[in-house]
């Protein structure tokens, strides 16, 4: 992991979006986590344009995150569309 993301912030982000801390491998917490990444790279890519291994990685991040919803959405609708406004993806 990169530095930005400590152990501290694993562990809250997990625990607000899957239930516990213990709880790594939960359709929601990954797709929160992956969301925190992306939303990290994104920033990172304004000031460094050129940087196009991260652009690589925000792009692999992105594709990740948007088979992870559509799993999330064919198998728990509901969750689905909590998880979408939480974490504020769609309008």
């Known amino acids: 992991m990169a530095v930005y993301l400590n152990s501290e912030k694993l562990q809250g982000i997990f625990k607000e979006y899957a239930g516990s801390e213990k709880n790594t491998g939960s359709t929601e917490s990954q797709i929160a986590l992956f969301t925190y990444?992306?939303?990290?790279?994104?920033?990172?890519?304004?000031?460094?344009?050129k940087d196009h291994s991260c652009?690589?990685?925000?792009?692999?991040?992105?594709?990740?995150?948007?088979?992870?919803?559509?799993?999330?959405?064919?198998?728990?609708?509901?969750?689905?569309?909590s998880l979408i406004s939480q974490l504020g993806l769609r309008k």
């Open 37 to 49: 990444r992306i939303q990290s790279l994104s920033e990172h890519l304004k000031d460094h344009k």
């Open 55 to 81: 652009r690589r990685t925000l792009l692999t991040l992105v594709g990740k995150r948007k088979k992870m919803l559509q799993y999330l959405q064919g198998k728990d609708l509901t969750k689905y569309r």
